[in-house]
């Protein structure tokens, strides 16, 4: 998310970027009105009702792909500003780049966020606020994500050198490999930490086996120009094998229901909805990434208007939306209408007091220059 240089002709990375941080404030959105995951504030609790099965359907989906889309873009950028700059620079660079937006949620728009969500309960956000300051609570939030980067990048940087060889597409085979490994992976590591449980600081690590092989593969294809000019048979063929796999998943949800042996909780354990869900992320991230990277490419070659916004706003946007999207809800809280309707007003009105927050705090030669 953080942008490193863009070449001149990959200005479509930045509209995508935008896009996709976008949807994460609809996906947020939907958690507050029934969908399955943790969030600030929620009007409704998940249930067995159409409204919650569509809304977790619709953010079980976006799961699948759309953190593993940031870091893979994220690795792309590592070698040429590596390169660029030395090891010890760069690292700090990515340390003050990513760490200042942590800070920033983490201690001011978090517990924030935090404080307005208690108002749902009858406490006065100031009361909440001081609370939290005085027991030093520091609330990541969505912006584990930098988190996370920071790691990777410590971790890739001394290996940069040899990834980055110019090297072939990766095959058919490869990546049916790549998507066995990261669905193995999974499946083990949620026996242990399921999805929904975190650690340390807001990390799902049930998730992290795809965050990790996309941020390797983004430095690894970097050089080779590998998803910058994705080719159309392997973006075709991924986008069949998803089409066939994204049903796979609720057809065991559904039978699950009816015989017993493929009943047990999706999200880990020694189960067959456990191991179909861990195998059918990779499946469909593969099919989704690869078609919307060829998308982008071609869509944007030089991005303007709205869209040149949205490009500019994506760090700002991921920043500031929680406690944007929880303001709103709170204040469409009354409204007696249904579920959806009030997602959809909700999260239309969230993106785009979204974007006019992140470009007005654009006009900050300080923020732009740190976010």
């Given at each position: 998310?953080?942008?490193?240089?863009?070449?001149?002709?990959?200005?479509?990375?930045?509209?995508?970027?935008g896009?996709?941080?976008?949807?994460?404030?609809?996906?947020?959105?939907?958690?507050?009105?029934?969908?399955?995951?943790?969030?600030?504030?929620?009007?409704?609790?998940?249930d067995?009702?159409?409204?919650?099965?569509?809304?977790t359907?619709?953010?079980?989906?976006?799961?699948?792909?759309?953190?593993?889309?940031?870091?893979?873009?994220?690795?792309?950028?590592v070698?040429?500003?590596?390169?660029?700059k030395?090891?010890?620079?760069?690292?700090?660079?990515?340390?003050?780049?990513?760490?200042?937006?942590?800070?920033?949620?983490?201690c001011?728009?978090?517990?924030f966020?935090?404080?307005?969500?208690?108002t749902?309960?009858g406490?006065?956000?100031?009361?909440?606020?001081?609370?939290l300051?005085?027991?030093?609570?520091?609330?990541?939030?969505?912006?584990?994500f930098?988190?996370?980067?920071?790691?990777?990048?410590?971790?890739?940087?001394?290996?940069?050198?040899?990834?980055?060889?110019?090297?072939?597409?990766?095959?058919?085979?490869?990546?049916?490999?790549?998507?066995?490994?990261?669905g193995?992976?999974?499946?083990?590591?949620r026996?242990?930490?399921?999805?929904?449980?975190?650690?340390?600081?807001g990390w799902?690590?049930?998730?992290?086996?795809?965050?990790?092989?996309?941020?390797?593969?983004?430095?690894?294809?970097?050089?080779?120009?590998?998803?910058?000019?994705?080719?159309?048979?392997?973006?075709?063929?991924?986008?069949?094998?998803?089409?066939?796999s994204?049903?796979?998943l609720?057809l065991?949800?559904?039978?699950?229901?009816?015989?017993?042996?493929?009943?047990?909780p999706?999200?880990?354990?020694?189960?067959?909805?456990?191991?179909?869900y861990a195998f059918?992320?990779?499946?469909?991230?593969?099919?989704?990434?690869l078609?919307?990277?060829?998308?982008?490419?071609?869509?944007?070659?030089?991005?303007?208007?709205a869209?040149?916004?949205?490009g500019?706003?994506?760090m700002?946007?991921y920043l500031?939306?929680?406690?944007?999207?929880?303001g709103?809800?709170?204040?469409?809280?009354?409204?007696?209408?249904?579920?959806?309707?009030k997602?959809?007003?909700?999260?239309?009105?969230?993106?785009?007091?979204?974007l006019?927050?992140?470009?007005?705090?654009?006009r900050?030669?300080?923020?732009?220059?740190w976010?």
């Amino acid at each position: 998310m953080p942008m490193n240089h863009l070449d001149s002709r990959d200005k479509w990375v930045d509209v995508l970027r935008g896009l996709v941080a976008l949807l994460v404030v609809v996906h947020h959105t939907a958690l507050m009105y029934g969908a399955i995951g943790s969030w600030f504030w929620h009007e409704k609790s998940p249930d067995n009702s159409f409204s919650s099965l569509l809304l977790t359907a619709f953010c079980t989906f976006n799961q699948a792909w759309f953190m593993g889309l940031f870091f893979l873009l994220a690795g792309a950028y590592v070698p040429t500003a590596l390169a660029r700059k030395g090891a010890n620079l760069y690292l700090m660079d990515r340390l003050v780049r990513l760490g200042l937006p942590l800070l920033v949620f983490g201690c001011l728009l978090g517990p924030f966020t935090i404080a307005l969500a208690f108002t749902s309960k009858g406490f006065a956000i100031q009361d909440t606020l001081m609370a939290l300051w005085r027991q030093s609570h520091f609330e990541s939030g969505p912006l584990w994500f930098v988190a996370a980067l920071w790691v990777m990048t410590c971790m890739v940087t001394p290996f940069v050198p040899w990834l980055q060889r110019v090297r072939p597409f990766p095959s058919m085979a490869m990546m049916w490999v790549a998507a066995l490994l990261v669905g193995a992976s999974a499946f083990l590591i949620r026996l242990v930490w399921p999805v929904g449980q975190t650690w340390w600081i807001g990390w799902q690590l049930g998730y992290f086996p795809g965050y990790v092989l996309l941020f390797i593969a983004g430095v690894a294809g970097a050089k080779s120009r590998w998803w910058f000019d994705v080719p159309a048979p392997a973006a075709s063929t991924w986008r069949r094998v998803m089409r066939w796999s994204v049903w796979l998943l609720p057809l065991v949800f559904i039978s699950g229901s009816l015989i017993p042996w493929l009943a047990g909780p999706a999200v880990g354990g020694w189960n067959v909805q456990a191991f179909v869900y861990a195998f059918w992320e990779p499946l469909v991230a593969w099919g989704v990434l690869l078609r919307l990277l060829r998308w982008a490419q071609q869509r944007f070659i030089s991005p303007s208007g709205a869209y040149k916004a949205m490009g500019q706003s994506a760090m700002t946007v991921y920043l500031i939306h929680a406690p944007i999207v929880v303001g709103l809800g709170l204040a469409l809280q009354g409204l007696d209408w249904p579920v959806l309707l009030k997602f959809v007003v909700s999260a239309g009105l969230s993106v785009l007091i979204c974007l006019i927050c992140a470009q007005l705090l654009l006009r900050s030669a300080f923020w732009r220059r740190w976010f």
